[in-house]
């Protein structure tokens, strides 16, 4: 497809155990966002790719957060160790460029048993 | 801390009304304020976007303005529709991260 693909759509775990998240960017976008949106709140900014640049990771909450970007396409964010706490839909945005428009994918809504 | 304050949390328009929607920022390093929509179970689609060298920008019905000496920026949605109910996210960036604000529900009434 055209748009930023995410998936899973949903997903349910139990505390304790890790999860990954996969986001498909749009082709030929350079910079690649990873965003946290709790029940009726804001985005939260996690963490950043551009191209091959080190990473902007200084909004990831804890160390059990981390995210690649293999081949500057294909993004996965992994929890390790899940908390009741990081139930959320996780958002991944892709751009031209940076402080180009941002377009979002539809989200990864994870839920901690 | 970098904040973007959006204000009113929520918001009822009658049809054809003007949905006024108020954001106001900390970090003069800001360069780029963007608008998005999110309809329940949806990523944001951006609206509309502007950057601080305008004072206003217009597709539309959207309009945004933007006061930079007070460090503040609005979403006008003129002639409001029943499809425009949904909840609306400003946001301020900066090197490509953006920081956003809480959202505002808008619900338009036939």
């Known amino acids: 497809g055209a748009g930023v693909s995410q998936s899973p759509s949903n997903k349910v775990t139990e505390k304790g155990k890790d999860v990954e998240l996969r986001c498909d960017p749009i082709s030929g976008h350079t910079a690649l966002y990873w965003y946290r949106q709790s029940l009726g709140q804001g985005l939260e900014f996690l963490i950043y790719?551009?191209?091959?640049?080190?990473?902007?990771k200084s909004g990831l909450p804890s160390d059990r957060f981390s995210a690649e970007r293999t081949g500057g396409s294909v993004s996965t964010l992994t929890i390790q160790r899940t908390q009741q706490e990081d139930s959320a839909v996780y958002l991944c945005?892709?751009?031209?460029?940076?402080?180009?428009?941002?377009?979002f994918g539809d989200g990864t809504r994870l839920s901690i048993l | 801390q970098q904040q973007v304050k959006q204000s009113p949390q929520s918001l009822i328009v009658q049809k054809g009304g003007i949905s006024i929607i108020n954001c106001a920022y900390e970090?003069?390093?800001?360069?780029?304020f963007p608008w998005y929509q999110q309809f329940p179970g949806k990523g944001p689609a951006l609206l509309i976007a502007?950057?601080?060298?305008?004072s206003e920008k217009k597709e539309g019905r959207f309009t945004i303005s933007f006061n930079k000496s007070a460090k503040q920026f609005s979403l006008h949605i003129m002639d409001s529709q029943p499809g425009d109910s949904a909840t609306y996210f400003c946001a301020a960036g900066q090197g490509g991260k953006l920081i956003f604000g809480q959202g505002t529900e808008l619900s338009v009434k036939p």
């Open positions: 970090n003069t390093a800001f360069d780029y």
């Open positions: 945005a892709s751009s031209f460029s940076p402080n180009q428009p941002q377009h």
């Open positions: 502007i950057r601080p060298d305008v």
């Open positions: 790719f551009q191209g091959n640049s080190a990473p902007d």
